[in-house]
């Protein structure tokens, strides 16, 4: 009898992603402040690696996709630059996409191109020669003294002309050599802002800031009409700055989608949410959290901001998650440390219904951006983020399906001890705590695994029934509020996986030992079905 009802629940799941078109574009689709990115028509949870900065070369790729196998990722992203494709003005060269594309269709790999234009980390180290080196024509941010610095003006519009051109030139190639859509999102600049200066002082820009704020943006954001100085007080130079470069990347977006609209994104390079800090010490406007509504409302045609997580402290990981996943944006993380700590923050991620996760610097160029990632990409490192996308990859549409629904929860391991070492999940009436750091067969307390590689990820497949995965953690359900008399009993645990076509296979039924301390799960991949009941 269980069995049909299980069989049903995972039945009205695939059956709901089945795909609708071979060819449909990928979009974004939004309900009740959740997210899906649609990939051939269904929710696609992207399972990515982003290979390092120089290795978007077509002698480099070799390098790039034994990491990818090793991973089982689903999607690769890749750098596309502008001096790569426009190395002399109006003369255009997509050798290494086409090639790209190919190899990704022979790998079965998902592209997610990454623009580098006018800002590369803010800087213009990716614009062509005949851009960044061409400071009349298309001039660099003066700072408040008076002097020109190392980035760009985002009021230059040759500049933005410039950039948008060839951007439109990609997307327009992309929608010839790409009918299959093996390319799903396109990130539109690489982490801008600008370090050191708040905002650009040039004549253009300064005349700006004297005006008032925008109408557009006075409205969408909901505050009082004004200068920028009045409505934004002691921020109005980096709220400014923000306006200024989001309004451009916008434009380079809208430019590109009225070729192909594909999903487009930004990327955020990150600041301390904890501390307050001088704008001068950060890439001050960018799509950082300070600014995230500034950019909602300057960039319309850009449909989600992405925290670029370089920490692997839970405290700043779990905040990064709060700050970035929001009703009016899509939690996406594109680029994380690959270091083995950070792995098991995948969890979070997949429970918060985040609809990627993407280690930098997958590949074996031999580069490695130690300490904000691995100081060696050995087999060991590779396997910690492997092991997430070995049990999600047969997942990749089903979570993301339950995940839009509002069905998913996860946790990853927190570092504090006064966190005491577990995490609870409110799932309805039932509730699941995740501990971690105990033997399988004892009740001692949790004391955290000697390094934090601890999580657990639950779905509701419906009522009273979960799916339940996770590495070295215990996850224990209870009732916290029980009718009077009423008590929890687990009904049947069962250990499967779901086949190529998505049905779930059974293997066995966990009773005894295996459950009587709480479902403990070790470093092996296990998925179960936990069926939870009441007795009185
Ligand atoms: C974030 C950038 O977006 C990447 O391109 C790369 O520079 C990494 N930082 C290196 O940690």
Redesign the pocket.
Known sequence: MMKAVLAGVVGAVLCATAPVLAAELPRIVADHGRHALLVDGAPYLMLGAQIN?SSAWPAMLPKAWPTVAQLDANTLEVPIAWEQIEPKEGQFDFSFLDQLLTEARAHHVHLVLLWFGTW??TSPSYAPAWVKLDNKRFPRMIDEKGQSIYALSPFATTTLDADRAAFTRLMAHLKAADPDHEVIMVQVE??TGTYGTVRDHSPAADKAFAAPVPAEIVRRMGVQAGTWSQVFGADADEQFHAWAIARYVDAVAAAGKAELPLPMYV?A?LNDPFKPQDPKTYSAGGPTHQVLAMWKAAAPHVDAIGP?I?TSDFAHYMKYLDLYGRPDNMLFVP?TGNAKDYARHFFAVVGRGGVGFSP??MDQTGYY?FP??AAKLDAETIDAFAANYRLFRPLERIWPKLAYEGRTWGVSEPTAPEAGHKQVMTLGRWRATATFGQWQFGIDPPTGNPTPSGGVAVAELGPDEYLVTGYHARVSFDLPSPKPGEHMIIDRVEEGHFDADGHWVFERVWNGDEVDYGLNFTGLPQLLKVKLATYR
Do not use: A, H, I
């Open positions: 900065n590369k980390n690489n982490e990327n390079s670029d370089y680029e930098f610097g951006n904000l990632g």
